[in-house]
């Protein structure tokens, strides 16, 4: 006789412990708290492995695998961190490559040689087609009077499509397409957005002499008036600061937190920038002043 074992009755057995699981992760603010602290320890490594090559990406790995403990009650697999990690330098290669700055294009050829490995050539395609959209029809710097708004666009469609190729790879989705819809309607990922906008407030604010003299666009070089771009700049951090219609469920708390601080520092940056680029306000003034 053929005897069939049904694993049913252990599923049902084990449905409890993965429910009080579950639970744990989202409970209130010290547990999520926790849950950060352990994604940190067990992302270590990463600051002393060769990739992610900056501190700043391997918090963004860091920050995916508490979200993957929060919402599945597991980690990221240490080869999708990896995996991750590798999307990151690579992203950041090419924005370097597309702004001509320095990059190593050896180094650029090992990481698309790893992501082909990984199975991830369909995605990498897709990034690559649409960040050469965005590059190709990118606003030129000191152009008009509304430059600032449409470079604030172009800087924001850049990072919703380099966080959602990250976003649809954590999630195993099947196109970016679903990575970027989920930065404009999941509440973590759009925490996750304005902390990145912040990040890239404190990055134009630091690079502007650079930006400047490349002819790249960004928020300080968007206005033909130094002063109106650090006040643009400055209204651009509060907004991004604005908490009122983000949840406020304790799961997000660290996220929360997070953006609290970027948000602070995009605030003393620009506050300081009016005092470091004075003198460069006051040339230009001079030099744009009728005779």
């Not at 009650?73 to 370097?96: I, Q, T, V, W, Y």
């Not at 087609?129 to 008009?144: G, I, K, T």
């Not at 800087?155 to 679903?178: C, H, K, N, P, Y």
């Not at 400047?212 to 771009?229: I, K, N, R, V």
């Amino acid at each position: 006789m053929l005897r069939l074992t049904s694993t049913e009755p252990t599923r049902r057995r084990d449905e409890p412990a993965r429910q009080s699981r579950a639970a744990l992760w989202k409970g209130d603010r010290i547990s999520s708290t926790l849950i950060s602290v352990i994604s940190f320890l067990r992302c270590l490594p990463l600051f002393f492995s060769a990739r992610p090559k900056t501190p700043l990406r391997v918090l963004c790995v860091m920050t995916f695998d508490m979200l993957h403990m929060l919402r599945r009650s597991k980690p990221l697999p240490a080869a999708k961190r990896r995996m991750m990690a590798a999307l990151l330098d690579f992203g950041a290669c090419m924005n370097a490559m597309f702004d001509n700055k320095d990059y190593c294009r050896k180094d650029l050829r090992l990481t698309r040689r790893i992501l082909a490995e990984a199975g991830l050539n369909s995605f990498v395609e897709e990034f690559l087609r649409r960040l050469w959209e965005l590059e190709r029809r990118r606003p030129l710097p000191l152009d008009d009077d509304w430059q600032f708004h449409k470079i604030r666009s172009y800087r924001e469609a850049v990072i919703r499509l380099s966080l959602g190729m990250i976003a649809a790879t954590a999630r195993d989705a099947q196109s970016i397409d679903e990575g970027i819809r989920a930065t404009y309607c999941d509440d973590d990922l759009k925490i996750l957005f304005r902390i990145a906008m912040q990040c890239q407030i404190v990055d134009d604010v630091l690079d502007y002499s650079k930006d400047m003299s490349a002819g790249l666009p960004s928020f300080l070089t968007a206005s033909e008036s130094l002063a109106e771009a650090i006040k643009l700049t400055n209204q651009a951090a509060f907004g991004y600061a604005d908490h009122r219609d983000l949840p406020r469920s304790d799961d997000v708390f660290p996220l929360r937190m997070a953006l609290f601080i970027a948000s602070a520092c995009a605030k003393v940056t620009t506050q300081v920038s009016r005092w470091r680029f004075r003198d460069a306000a006051n040339v230009y003034q001079r030099r744009s002043a009728p005779l």
